[in-house]
């Protein structure tokens, strides 16, 4: 009998039929990377995880994955300026995902449902002061009691919420999506006590407390020499601010001048004209593009009618006239005099040039160090003084809600591992999910959803909120528009591709390959949308 051919000498059902894994040189194998979105945002969302289930209209499901990190989605929903956004790389094919619409509309619906967060089934017997009621204060007292400890937040003002309340205007942020996410923190357990301004750090400790969290922020604001007569009616942009959410607006005239370029300085101007003023200019030092507001907030501002004065300093205020000189950039972008002077009519100025935290509570406490107006911290953000920990304004680093809330996030988890006498270490950080991985043609074009917004003629003399949320179609939309970078969202690409029907489609959905068929081509990884397969040389 003459000798056959060896692939067809194989005994059709013994171990080596058809396997023809050896012949690889390279393997591939399922990754998970990091999305952009991800890495950018400061509070440590999963943000791709929660789209995810968005995109099944599972939006209960949605919000429980969210709130794991952020216990405030419908307040970052409208006061957060979405870096997640920046860093999207579907910016790169159309426009980027409307992460902070769906974010705010899953938050909008966790009120309208009464969803609530799971109170915790044991308790560690510790107890924890939180010192402020902030972005900081609150995420930290909410991570602290889904951690089993018994978590009081003393708040010097009447009302919880911090500058979200007494710095952010009511037609950015309404009053009620904060005492809706405030009550379900409290719901949890947590207790909040306000007008209790704490002045004794070791009397606190003398309480029964085990730890104390500070989350001061930052309420005072900065003031600069400028020369004035007494008549003039000077301001300072964060009272202003405080007073109209307390009730007890100031009186500023029909001509107001607000000095500064951040977003505090358009929300005073914005403030003004709501309070009454025909006229209110702001009047900064620098260009538009060089002014610290976000862009969206001076659009707002000139669509409400407000006036900018670009390139101007304020150098002398008198009652009812202000002196600005004119200013040009010189070549490396810095403002100088250009000893041009013009007069502005005006009845106040509002000062916006900045914000501190009033730290007198602890500036006294042996070990803490204060430098440049904020408190010194060391790697698991405790202070010099054993058992006191800090984040938010008071601590180095970046004044925002989102940050605050991705301090307090992390400060907790120092905070319970130190009192199990433990150290918290971050977990590895996988690879970045880059758009080189991504094969973009697999998804459909699809324009962002834009948002509505209040007619700018129906904003003058109203707080009612400007940008309005999604609809639930509209929100099932955008998540869709997510393309999953970095992670398999169970396309079914990798198992209709293959040639050699080396990938093996689980029950749960997932996958996994079959080495004993596959020939290591690299057409699954080559054709994968999202970048979530690599290839590996063939171990020996």
């Known amino acids: 009998m003459a000798e056959k051919p060896f692939a067809i000498t194989l005994d059709v059902g013994s171990s080596l039929a058809n396997k023809t894994g050896t012949w690889r040189t390279e393997r591939p194998v399922y990754v998970h990377r990091l999305p952009p979105c991800n890495d950018a945002c400061p509070a440590g969302e999963d943000v791709q995880g929660w ?20 216990p405030m989605p419908a307040i970052m929903g409208r006061v957060c300026y979405h870096p997640c956004q920046t860093a999207c790389n579907r910016a790169q094919v159309d426009e980027t995902v409307g992460i902070n619409s769906v974010e705010r509309f899953l938050g909008d619906e966790a009120i309208k449902q009464g969803w609530a967060f799971a109170k915790p089934e044991t308790s560690t017997g510790k ?60 719901d949890l357990g947590v207790v909040i006590e306000c007008n209790a301004k ?46 109209t959410e307390s009730g007890e607006p100031p009186m500023l005239g ?24 025909a006229e209110a200019i702001v009047v900064y030092r620098r260009t538009r593009d060089k002014a610290p507001a976000h862009d969206v907030e001076i659009t707002e501002a000139l669509e409400e009618g407000i006036t900018m004065h670009w390139l101007s300093t304020i150098k002398h205020i008198d009652a009812g006239a202000v002196q600005i000189e004119k200013m040009q950039l010189d070549e490396k972008g810095f403002p100088q005099p250009t000893g041009e002077f013009d007069t502005l009519e005006a009845d106040s100025v509002v000062l916006a040039l900045g914000q501190d935290c009033d730290l007198t ?19 698991n953000m405790m202070t010099g003084y054993a058992g006191v920990f800090a984040a938010g304004d008071m601590v180095p680093g ?21 009192l199990r006498g433990d150290a918290w270490v971050h977990p590895e950080r996988p690879n970045l999910a880059s758009f080189d991985r991504l094969n973009t043609w697999y998804y459909a074009d699809a324009e962002k959803t834009q948002r509505p917004r209040l007619d700018a003629a129906r904003r003058a003399d109203t707080f009612d909120e400007v940008v309005q949320g999604l609809t639930a179609e509209n929100a099932l939309f955008e998540a869709r528009r997510c393309m999953s ?19 093996i489609k689980k029950p749960d959905g997932t996958y996994e390959f079959n080495l004993d068929f596959c020939k290591g081509c690299g057409l699954c990884a080559h054709e994968c949308p999202c970048g979530a397969i690599d290839m590996e040389l063939e171990l020996t």
């Open 398 to 418: 970046e004044r925002t809600v989102t940050a605050g809330i991705g301090g307090g996030k992390l400060a907790a988890r120092h905070i319970d591992a130190w």
């Open 51 to 70: 789209l995810y289930k968005a995109e099944e209209g599972a939006y209960e499901e949605a919000w429980r994955r969210l709130t794991v990190n952020n």
């Open 198 to 243: 704490v002045t004794d750090i070791p009397a606190v400790f003398a309480e029964g407390f085990d730890a104390v969290f500070l989350a001061v922020g930052a309420h005072l604001g900065k003031r600069a020499y400028i020369p004035a007569g007494e008549s003039a009616r000077i301001l300072d942009a964060v009272s202003m601010l405080h007073d």
């Open 127 to 186: 107890r924890v002061l939180v010192v402020g009621s902030g972005p900081s204060g609150l995420s930290a007292a909410y991570h602290l009691a889904r951690l089993g400890h018994a978590v009081t937040i003393r708040e010097s003002a009447e009302q919880p919420g911090g500058m979200m309340r007494y710095g952010i205007p009511a037609y950015r942020l309404p009053r009620d999506i904060i005492d809706a996410e405030v009550q379900r923190i409290v």
């Open 485 to 503: 970078c970095g992670n398999c969202f169970n396309c079914d690409n990798c198992f209709g591709v293959c040639p050699d029907n080396a990938v």
């Open 361 to 379: 509570l602890i500036e006294n406490l042996p070990g803490v160090v204060i430098d440049d107006g904020v408190v010194q911290v060391a790697d």
């Open 254 to 277: 029909k001509r107001v001048i607000v000095y500064g370029g951040g977003n505090t300085a358009m929300d005073a101007a914005r403030t003004a004209k709501r309070l009454g003023a």
